[in-house]
Protein backbone atom coordinates (compact mmCIF):
# COMPACT_ATOMS: atom_id res chain seq x y z
CA UNK A 1 0.00 0.00 0.00
CA UNK A 2 1.17 3.30 -0.92
CA UNK A 3 2.15 6.04 1.84
CA UNK A 4 -0.22 8.94 1.99
CA UNK A 5 1.00 11.69 0.28
CA UNK A 6 2.03 15.36 1.96
CA UNK A 7 -0.90 17.26 0.72
CA UNK A 8 -2.44 20.01 3.06
CA UNK A 9 -5.28 18.14 3.57
CA UNK A 10 -3.44 15.45 4.82
CA UNK A 11 -1.38 18.03 7.08
CA UNK A 12 -4.20 19.22 8.38
CA UNK A 13 -5.88 16.55 9.28
CA UNK A 14 -2.57 15.39 10.83
CA UNK A 15 -2.33 18.09 12.85
CA UNK A 16 -5.84 18.54 14.07
CA UNK A 17 -5.24 14.69 15.67
CA UNK A 18 -2.28 15.04 17.01
CA UNK A 19 -1.96 18.85 17.67
CA UNK A 20 -5.37 19.49 18.92
CA UNK A 21 -5.85 22.17 15.72
CA UNK A 22 -4.22 22.72 12.39
CA UNK A 23 -2.34 26.24 13.37
CA UNK A 24 -1.50 27.66 10.03
CA UNK A 25 2.26 28.27 10.87
CA UNK A 26 2.34 24.75 11.59
CA UNK A 27 0.21 24.03 8.45
CA UNK A 28 3.58 25.62 6.50
CA UNK A 29 6.32 23.86 8.29
CA UNK A 30 5.32 20.50 7.88
CA UNK A 31 4.33 20.78 3.91
CA UNK A 32 8.06 22.34 3.93
CA UNK A 33 9.60 18.61 4.72
CA UNK A 34 9.61 15.77 2.28
CA UNK A 35 6.92 13.32 2.91
CA UNK A 36 4.43 11.99 5.71
CA UNK A 37 7.12 10.05 7.59
CA UNK A 38 9.07 13.55 8.33
CA UNK A 39 5.68 15.02 9.25
CA UNK A 40 4.79 12.39 11.84
CA UNK A 41 8.63 12.60 13.17
CA UNK A 42 8.67 16.56 13.48
CA UNK A 43 5.10 16.34 15.49
CA UNK A 44 7.06 13.83 18.00
CA UNK A 45 9.77 15.77 18.32
CA UNK A 46 8.52 17.04 21.78
CA UNK A 47 9.97 18.72 24.75
CA UNK A 48 12.21 16.09 27.16
CA UNK A 49 11.44 18.45 30.05
CA UNK A 50 8.18 20.11 29.63
CA UNK A 51 7.57 22.60 32.81
CA UNK A 52 5.35 21.86 35.48
CA UNK A 53 2.61 24.06 36.92
CA UNK A 54 3.41 26.22 39.72
CA UNK A 55 0.54 26.45 42.22
CA UNK A 56 -0.90 29.50 43.15
CA UNK A 57 -3.47 28.85 45.62
CA UNK A 58 -2.53 28.32 49.49
CA UNK A 59 -1.88 24.80 50.41
CA UNK A 60 -5.25 24.86 52.53
CA UNK A 61 -7.38 25.47 49.29
CA UNK A 62 -6.30 22.02 47.05
CA UNK A 63 -9.31 22.54 45.27
CA UNK A 64 -8.28 25.76 43.78
CA UNK A 65 -4.65 23.94 42.82
CA UNK A 66 -6.84 21.44 40.96
CA UNK A 67 -8.12 24.25 39.21
CA UNK A 68 -4.47 25.68 39.34
CA UNK A 69 -3.61 22.44 36.74
CA UNK A 70 -6.19 22.54 35.03
CA UNK A 71 -5.67 25.99 33.63
CA UNK A 72 -1.95 25.57 32.99
CA UNK A 73 -2.60 21.67 31.59
CA UNK A 74 -5.50 23.91 28.96
CA UNK A 75 -2.84 26.66 28.07
CA UNK A 76 -0.07 24.26 27.35
CA UNK A 77 -2.55 22.26 25.08
CA UNK A 78 -3.70 25.63 23.26
CA UNK A 79 -0.77 28.11 23.27
CA UNK A 80 2.35 27.22 25.61
CA UNK A 81 3.79 24.19 24.01
CA UNK A 82 5.38 24.39 21.10
CA UNK A 83 4.56 20.68 20.10
CA UNK A 84 1.37 20.11 21.62
CA UNK A 85 1.06 16.68 20.60
CA UNK A 86 2.93 15.76 24.07
CA UNK A 87 -0.21 17.00 25.99
CA UNK A 88 -2.48 15.21 23.02
CA UNK A 89 -1.04 12.07 24.06
CA UNK A 90 -0.82 12.90 27.97
CA UNK A 91 -4.85 13.47 27.60
CA UNK A 92 -4.61 10.07 26.28
CA UNK A 93 -2.77 8.31 29.16
CA UNK A 94 -5.22 10.26 31.36
CA UNK A 95 -7.89 8.64 30.23
CA UNK A 96 -6.31 5.30 29.72
CA UNK A 97 -4.54 5.01 32.87
CA UNK A 98 -6.96 6.67 35.10
CA UNK A 99 -7.00 8.52 38.91
CA UNK A 100 -9.66 11.32 39.59
CA UNK A 101 -9.19 14.25 41.57
CA UNK A 102 -11.68 13.97 44.18
CA UNK A 103 -10.77 10.55 45.74
CA UNK A 104 -7.27 10.94 45.28
CA UNK A 105 -7.52 14.22 47.52
CA UNK A 106 -4.22 15.71 46.27
CA UNK A 107 -3.10 18.04 44.02
CA UNK A 108 0.36 17.66 44.69
CA UNK A 109 0.05 14.03 43.40
CA UNK A 110 -2.53 14.35 40.73
CA UNK A 111 0.26 17.03 39.31
CA UNK A 112 2.59 14.17 39.62
CA UNK A 113 0.76 11.58 37.56
CA UNK A 114 -0.07 14.23 35.01
CA UNK A 115 3.71 15.07 34.94
CA UNK A 116 4.53 11.34 34.52
CA UNK A 117 1.82 11.34 31.00
CA UNK A 118 3.42 14.35 30.04
CA UNK A 119 7.30 14.05 30.13
CA UNK A 120 7.09 10.17 29.51
CA UNK A 121 3.76 9.59 27.95
CA UNK A 122 5.84 8.67 24.57
CA UNK A 123 8.84 6.57 26.50
CA UNK A 124 7.86 3.02 26.98
CA UNK A 125 4.68 1.25 28.24
CA UNK A 126 5.86 -1.20 30.79
CA UNK A 127 7.68 2.02 32.35
CA UNK A 128 4.81 3.98 32.26
CA UNK A 129 2.94 1.35 33.62
CA UNK A 130 5.26 0.57 36.53
CA UNK A 131 5.86 4.15 37.69
CA UNK A 132 2.03 5.11 37.76
CA UNK A 133 1.55 1.67 39.61
CA UNK A 134 3.43 3.20 42.63
CA UNK A 135 2.20 6.32 42.54
CA UNK A 136 0.42 7.16 45.27
CA UNK A 137 -2.76 8.82 43.11
CA UNK A 138 -3.06 5.35 41.63
CA UNK A 139 -2.83 3.80 44.67
CA UNK A 140 -5.48 5.51 46.27
CA UNK A 141 -7.60 5.78 43.51
CA UNK A 142 -8.11 1.85 42.91
CA UNK A 143 -7.38 0.98 46.50
CA UNK A 144 -4.16 -0.61 46.67
CA UNK A 145 -3.71 1.19 50.18
CA UNK A 146 -6.37 -1.12 51.73
CA UNK A 147 -4.74 -4.26 50.16
CA UNK A 148 -3.26 -6.45 52.89
CA UNK A 149 -2.35 -10.44 53.08
CA UNK A 150 -4.91 -10.38 55.88
CA UNK A 151 -7.71 -8.66 53.80
CA UNK A 152 -6.99 -8.76 49.92
CA UNK A 153 -8.65 -5.44 47.70
CA UNK A 154 -8.66 -7.32 44.34
CA UNK A 155 -9.55 -3.34 42.59
CA UNK A 156 -6.28 -2.57 41.30
CA UNK A 157 -4.74 -5.88 40.88
CA UNK A 158 -8.12 -6.73 38.63
CA UNK A 159 -8.01 -3.30 36.53
CA UNK A 160 -4.55 -3.59 35.63
CA UNK A 161 -5.29 -6.75 33.58
CA UNK A 162 -9.14 -5.88 32.78
CA UNK A 163 -8.83 -2.10 31.48
CA UNK A 164 -5.16 -0.94 31.54
CA UNK A 165 -3.08 -3.91 29.63
CA UNK A 166 -5.07 -7.09 28.81
CA UNK A 167 -8.38 -6.23 28.40
CA UNK A 168 -11.34 -8.45 29.72
CA UNK A 169 -11.86 -12.15 29.27
CA UNK A 170 -7.52 -12.18 28.67
CA UNK A 171 -6.75 -14.10 32.74
CA UNK A 172 -9.04 -16.11 35.30
CA UNK A 173 -9.57 -14.94 38.77
CA UNK A 174 -6.71 -17.10 39.85
CA UNK A 175 -4.67 -14.59 37.96
CA UNK A 176 -6.61 -11.86 39.87
CA UNK A 177 -5.76 -13.51 42.95
CA UNK A 178 -2.83 -14.19 42.37
CA UNK A 179 -1.83 -9.91 41.18
CA UNK A 180 -3.40 -9.21 44.39
CA UNK A 181 -1.52 -10.94 46.46
CA UNK A 182 2.04 -9.35 44.26
CA UNK A 183 0.11 -5.95 44.78
CA UNK A 184 -0.23 -5.73 48.60
CA UNK A 185 2.10 -3.84 50.70
CA UNK A 186 2.20 -0.75 48.37
CA UNK A 187 0.15 1.52 50.33
CA UNK A 188 0.50 5.78 51.25
CA UNK A 189 0.80 8.12 54.31
CA UNK A 190 -1.98 10.20 54.55
CA UNK A 191 -0.16 12.78 56.69
CA UNK A 192 2.76 13.50 54.70
CA UNK A 193 2.29 15.46 51.75
CA UNK A 194 6.13 15.25 51.29
CA UNK A 195 6.96 11.30 50.23
CA UNK A 196 3.42 9.50 50.89
CA UNK A 197 4.49 6.59 49.26
CA UNK A 198 4.96 3.46 51.71
CA UNK A 199 6.20 0.06 51.60
CA UNK A 200 4.19 -2.23 54.13
CA UNK A 201 6.05 -5.66 54.20
CA UNK A 202 4.05 -6.66 57.31
CA UNK A 203 1.03 -6.24 55.02
CA UNK A 204 2.76 -8.13 51.39
CA UNK A 205 2.13 -11.50 51.02
CA UNK A 206 5.16 -13.30 49.74
CA UNK A 207 4.10 -16.68 48.53
CA UNK A 208 5.06 -17.95 45.51
CA UNK A 209 1.93 -17.50 42.88
CA UNK A 210 1.17 -18.67 39.77
CA UNK A 211 0.13 -16.29 37.40
CA UNK A 212 -0.39 -16.12 33.74
CA UNK A 213 1.23 -19.27 33.28
CA UNK A 214 4.90 -18.09 35.45
CA UNK A 215 5.46 -18.35 38.44
CA UNK A 216 6.05 -14.87 40.18
CA UNK A 217 6.61 -13.86 43.87
CA UNK A 218 9.80 -16.27 44.15
CA UNK A 219 12.55 -13.40 44.76
CA UNK A 220 13.35 -13.26 48.27
CA UNK A 221 13.49 -10.14 49.24
CA UNK A 222 10.12 -8.80 47.68
CA UNK A 223 10.81 -4.84 48.66
CA UNK A 224 13.75 -4.99 46.56
CA UNK A 225 11.78 -3.08 43.04
CA UNK A 226 10.07 -2.44 45.98
CA UNK A 227 7.76 -5.43 46.31
CA UNK A 228 6.36 -8.17 43.90
CA UNK A 229 3.90 -6.39 42.37
CA UNK A 230 5.92 -4.38 38.99
CA UNK A 231 6.91 -8.53 37.97
CA UNK A 232 3.48 -8.65 37.51
CA UNK A 233 3.30 -6.29 34.43
CA UNK A 234 6.49 -7.78 33.20
CA UNK A 235 4.76 -10.98 33.09
CA UNK A 236 2.21 -9.51 31.34
CA UNK A 237 4.48 -7.77 29.06
CA UNK A 238 6.27 -10.22 28.39
CA UNK A 239 6.67 -14.03 28.82
CA UNK A 240 2.60 -14.37 30.18
CA UNK A 241 -0.29 -17.06 28.37
CA UNK A 242 -3.82 -16.29 28.01
CA UNK A 243 -4.50 -19.36 30.61
CA UNK A 244 -6.85 -22.03 28.75
CA UNK A 245 -9.77 -21.27 31.58
CA UNK A 246 -9.93 -17.67 30.19
CA UNK A 247 -13.72 -16.48 28.98
CA UNK A 248 -11.55 -14.95 25.95
CA UNK A 249 -11.07 -18.24 23.77
CA UNK A 250 -9.78 -17.05 20.52
CA UNK A 251 -6.85 -15.67 22.38
CA UNK A 252 -6.41 -19.17 24.96
CA UNK A 253 -2.65 -20.42 24.76
CA UNK A 254 -1.77 -16.58 23.30
CA UNK A 255 1.23 -14.68 24.67
CA UNK A 256 -0.10 -12.34 26.72
CA UNK A 257 2.61 -9.83 24.76
CA UNK A 258 0.94 -10.18 21.97
CA UNK A 259 -2.69 -9.76 23.55
CA UNK A 260 -1.85 -6.74 25.22
CA UNK A 261 -0.44 -4.79 22.26
CA UNK A 262 -3.63 -5.45 19.93
CA UNK A 263 -5.64 -4.30 23.32
CA UNK A 264 -3.99 -1.26 23.67
CA UNK A 265 -3.32 -0.26 19.44
CA UNK A 266 -7.18 -0.89 19.50
CA UNK A 267 -7.46 2.16 22.34
CA UNK A 268 -5.04 4.38 20.47
CA UNK A 269 -6.80 3.85 17.11
CA UNK A 270 -10.07 4.93 19.09
CA UNK A 271 -8.49 7.62 20.85
CA UNK A 272 -7.08 9.59 17.75
CA UNK A 273 -8.51 7.87 14.34
CA UNK A 274 -12.12 6.47 14.89
CA UNK A 275 -13.99 4.10 17.05
CA UNK A 276 -15.12 1.55 14.05
CA UNK A 277 -12.77 -1.70 14.06
CA UNK A 278 -9.23 -1.01 13.75
CA UNK A 279 -8.45 -1.80 10.29
CA UNK A 280 -6.32 -5.55 10.17
CA UNK A 281 -3.41 -3.98 8.03
CA UNK A 282 -3.23 -1.16 10.71
CA UNK A 283 -3.97 -3.19 13.51
CA UNK A 284 -1.08 -5.56 12.13
CA UNK A 285 1.56 -2.39 12.13
CA UNK A 286 0.58 -1.35 15.48
CA UNK A 287 0.93 -4.45 17.48
CA UNK A 288 4.46 -5.21 15.31
CA UNK A 289 5.92 -2.07 16.54
CA UNK A 290 4.98 -2.25 19.84
CA UNK A 291 6.16 -5.97 19.65
CA UNK A 292 9.92 -5.03 18.27
CA UNK A 293 10.59 -2.29 19.99
CA UNK A 294 9.79 -4.12 23.73
CA UNK A 295 6.98 -1.20 23.77
CA UNK A 296 7.98 1.78 23.24
CA UNK A 297 5.31 4.09 22.55
CA UNK A 298 7.04 6.48 19.55
CA UNK A 299 7.47 3.77 16.73
CA UNK A 300 4.01 2.83 17.87
CA UNK A 301 2.32 5.70 17.39
CA UNK A 302 4.50 6.43 14.18
CA UNK A 303 3.44 3.41 12.85
CA UNK A 304 -0.70 5.04 13.44
CA UNK A 305 0.25 8.06 12.04
CA UNK A 306 2.26 7.26 8.76
CA UNK A 307 -0.27 4.26 8.07
CA UNK A 308 -2.39 5.32 4.70
CA UNK A 309 -5.40 3.82 6.69
CA UNK A 310 -4.99 6.68 9.03
CA UNK A 311 -5.75 9.37 5.98
CA UNK A 312 -9.19 7.90 4.59
CA UNK A 313 -12.63 9.64 4.13
CA UNK A 314 -13.94 7.44 6.85
CA UNK A 315 -10.97 8.43 9.36
CA UNK A 316 -11.50 11.82 8.42
CA UNK A 317 -14.84 12.32 9.20
CA UNK A 318 -15.09 9.85 11.86
CA UNK A 319 -14.09 11.84 15.69
CA UNK A 320 -15.92 14.13 17.62
CA UNK A 321 -13.87 16.52 19.63
CA UNK A 322 -14.10 15.62 23.03
CA UNK A 323 -15.21 18.72 25.37
CA UNK A 324 -11.34 19.16 26.15
CA UNK A 325 -10.53 19.25 22.15
CA UNK A 326 -13.33 21.54 21.78
CA UNK A 327 -12.06 24.21 24.83
CA UNK A 328 -8.74 24.10 23.10
CA UNK A 329 -9.99 24.72 19.56
CA UNK A 330 -11.86 27.49 20.82
CA UNK A 331 -8.97 28.90 23.04
CA UNK A 332 -6.76 29.02 19.62
CA UNK A 333 -9.04 30.45 17.67
CA UNK A 334 -9.63 33.59 20.19
CA UNK A 335 -6.08 33.98 21.79
CA UNK A 336 -7.70 33.62 25.25
CA UNK A 337 -6.23 31.59 27.84
CA UNK A 338 -7.89 29.13 29.65
CA UNK A 339 -8.21 31.06 33.32
CA UNK A 340 -9.98 34.40 31.33
CA UNK A 341 -12.88 32.14 31.65
CA UNK A 342 -12.71 29.76 34.02
CA UNK A 343 -12.94 26.75 31.49
CA UNK A 344 -13.39 24.78 34.62
CA UNK A 345 -16.83 25.06 35.13
CA UNK A 346 -17.65 25.09 31.25
CA UNK A 347 -16.02 22.02 30.56
CA UNK A 348 -18.02 20.51 33.34
CA UNK A 349 -21.36 21.06 31.76
CA UNK A 350 -19.75 19.34 28.62
CA UNK A 351 -19.48 16.64 30.38
CA UNK A 352 -16.14 16.09 30.44
CA UNK A 353 -13.44 17.70 33.54
CA UNK A 354 -9.82 17.16 33.70
CA UNK A 355 -9.12 15.30 36.61
CA UNK A 356 -12.21 13.80 36.49
CA UNK A 357 -12.49 11.05 34.90
CA UNK A 358 -15.89 9.10 36.10
CA UNK A 359 -14.80 5.97 36.53
CA UNK A 360 -11.47 3.82 35.80
CA UNK A 361 -12.91 2.75 32.37
CA UNK A 362 -12.12 6.65 31.59
CA UNK A 363 -14.62 8.82 29.41
CA UNK A 364 -16.42 7.41 26.39
CA UNK A 365 -15.26 8.11 22.57
CA UNK A 366 -16.63 9.60 19.94
CA UNK A 367 -20.73 9.38 19.54
CA UNK A 368 -20.91 9.36 23.66
CA UNK A 369 -20.84 13.51 22.94
CA UNK A 370 -23.23 13.70 20.76
CA UNK A 371 -26.59 14.13 22.30
CA UNK A 372 -28.83 16.92 23.72
CA UNK A 373 -26.79 17.96 27.21
CA UNK A 374 -23.27 17.55 25.74
CA UNK A 375 -24.57 19.71 22.78
CA UNK A 376 -26.14 22.27 25.08
CA UNK A 377 -22.90 22.58 26.97
CA UNK A 378 -21.09 23.05 24.03
CA UNK A 379 -23.13 26.08 22.90
CA UNK A 380 -22.82 27.49 26.48
CA UNK A 381 -19.22 26.94 26.02
CA UNK A 382 -18.97 28.66 22.71
CA UNK A 383 -21.58 31.45 23.78
CA UNK A 384 -18.84 32.19 26.93
CA UNK A 385 -15.97 32.43 23.97
CA UNK A 386 -18.28 34.46 21.89
CA UNK A 387 -18.66 37.27 25.48
CA UNK A 388 -15.47 37.12 26.47
CA UNK A 389 -13.58 37.94 22.98
CA UNK A 390 -15.65 40.90 22.76
CA UNK A 391 -16.63 42.20 26.81
CA UNK A 392 -15.54 45.90 25.55
CA UNK A 393 -17.23 45.61 22.36
CA UNK A 394 -20.36 47.55 23.42
CA UNK A 395 -18.32 50.02 25.63
CA UNK A 396 -18.62 53.85 24.57
CA UNK A 397 -18.13 54.97 21.22
CA UNK A 398 -16.21 52.10 19.62
CA UNK A 399 -14.49 48.76 21.00
CA UNK A 400 -13.09 45.70 19.54
CA UNK A 401 -13.60 41.73 19.01
CA UNK A 402 -10.32 40.17 19.59
CA UNK A 403 -9.69 37.02 18.15
CA UNK A 404 -5.79 35.13 17.68
CA UNK A 405 -4.98 36.95 14.78
CA UNK A 406 -5.70 40.20 15.76
CA UNK A 407 -9.19 42.44 16.09
CA UNK A 408 -12.22 44.28 14.45
CA UNK A 409 -13.64 47.30 15.68
CA UNK A 410 -17.51 47.63 16.19
CA UNK A 411 -17.16 50.62 13.88
CA UNK A 412 -16.37 48.30 10.87
CA UNK A 413 -18.81 45.47 11.34
CA UNK A 414 -21.84 48.13 11.59
CA UNK A 415 -20.69 51.31 9.39
CA UNK A 416 -22.77 51.45 6.32
CA UNK A 417 -23.19 53.55 3.22
CA UNK A 418 -25.05 56.90 3.16
CA UNK A 419 -29.13 57.03 3.09
CA UNK A 420 -31.19 56.10 1.23
CA UNK A 421 -29.19 53.03 0.00
CA UNK A 422 -27.77 52.37 3.83
CA UNK A 423 -26.27 49.27 3.05
CA UNK A 424 -22.86 47.66 4.84
CA UNK A 425 -19.49 48.66 3.92
CA UNK A 426 -18.18 45.69 5.01
CA UNK A 427 -20.40 43.06 2.85
CA UNK A 428 -21.67 39.98 4.63
CA UNK A 429 -19.41 37.69 2.46
CA UNK A 430 -16.41 39.61 3.61
CA UNK A 431 -17.42 39.79 7.02
CA UNK A 432 -17.17 36.27 7.53
CA UNK A 433 -13.90 35.68 5.51
CA UNK A 434 -12.53 38.57 8.01
CA UNK A 435 -13.58 36.60 11.12
CA UNK A 436 -12.17 33.26 9.85
CA UNK A 437 -9.01 34.47 8.72
CA UNK A 438 -8.52 36.05 12.66
CA UNK A 439 -9.42 33.14 14.31
CA UNK A 440 -7.14 31.34 11.71
CA UNK A 441 -10.12 29.03 10.73
CA UNK A 442 -10.67 27.04 7.42
CA UNK A 443 -14.67 26.09 7.11
CA UNK A 444 -16.52 24.07 4.38
CA UNK A 445 -18.30 26.31 1.67
CA UNK A 446 -21.11 25.51 2.88
CA UNK A 447 -20.89 26.45 6.27
CA UNK A 448 -19.42 29.43 5.35
CA UNK A 449 -22.58 29.97 2.92
CA UNK A 450 -24.70 29.60 5.92
CA UNK A 451 -23.13 31.78 8.29
CA UNK A 452 -23.16 34.44 5.47
CA UNK A 453 -26.69 33.71 5.06
CA UNK A 454 -27.32 34.61 8.45
CA UNK A 455 -25.76 37.73 8.20
CA UNK A 456 -27.66 38.48 5.64
CA UNK A 457 -31.13 38.12 7.68
CA UNK A 458 -29.14 40.32 10.48
CA UNK A 459 -28.87 43.84 11.22
CA UNK A 460 -25.57 45.57 11.10
CA UNK A 461 -25.97 45.41 14.80
CA UNK A 462 -26.45 41.79 15.22
CA UNK A 463 -23.57 40.90 12.35
CA UNK A 464 -20.96 39.85 15.50
CA UNK A 465 -23.28 37.02 16.47
CA UNK A 466 -21.66 35.20 12.72
CA UNK A 467 -18.60 34.74 15.59
CA UNK A 468 -20.60 32.52 17.65
CA UNK A 469 -21.71 30.42 14.47
CA UNK A 470 -18.04 29.32 13.41
CA UNK A 471 -17.33 28.25 16.86
CA UNK A 472 -20.55 26.00 16.69
CA UNK A 473 -20.05 25.31 12.95
CA UNK A 474 -19.97 21.65 11.93
CA UNK A 475 -15.69 21.47 11.27
CA UNK A 476 -15.39 23.04 14.91
CA UNK A 477 -17.37 20.10 16.52
CA UNK A 478 -14.69 17.26 14.21
CA UNK A 479 -11.51 16.18 15.19
Same mark, same amino acid.
Given at each position: ???????????????????????????? =? %??? @???????? $???? +???? !???????????DRDWERGRDLTH??????????????????????????CSEFGKVGSSMLMREQIDLWRSEGLG?????????????AMIRYLDNNQNKKSSPNQ??????? =? %??? @???????? $???? +???? !??????????????????????HDSSPKDFLGRRINTDADPAAWPGHGPETIAV??????????????????????????????RKLWTSFATDTPTPPGVMAAMRDALLADDFDVR?????????????????????????????????????QRSRDDDMTWLMGAMGQQLLYPPNVSGWRPNGY?????AMEGRARTAQQMNWASARTYWNGDDGPITLVGGSIMRSEITARTPWPDSQPVLSNAALVARFLELMRIQLSPAATAEIVRYADGATVWERNNAVL??????EMQMA
Amino acid at each position: MAPAPLTEANVRHLLRRTEFVDRPHRVA =E %LLE @LADIDAAV $ANIL +AVNP !APPSVIFTAPADRDWERGRDLTHFWLDQMARDSARPFQERMAFFWHGHFCSEFGKVGSSMLMREQIDLWRSEGLGNIRSLATTMSTQVAMIRYLDNNQNKKSSPNQNFARELM =E %LFL @LGVGNYTE $ADVE +ASTA !AWTGHSDQWDDEIDPYRWRPEWHDSSPKDFLGRRINTDADPAAWPGHGPETIAVMLGDGVVPSGADNVANRGRPTRAVAAEFLSRKLWTSFATDTPTPPGVMAAMRDALLADDFDVRPWVTAMLTHPDFYTDAVRRGLVRTPVEFVVALLVATGQRSRDDDMTWLMGAMGQQLLYPPNVSGWRPNGYWVNASAMEGRARTAQQMNWASARTYWNGDDGPITLVGGSIMRSEITARTPWPDSQPVLSNAALVARFLELMRIQLSPAATAEIVRYADGATVWERNNAVLLIMLAPEMQMA
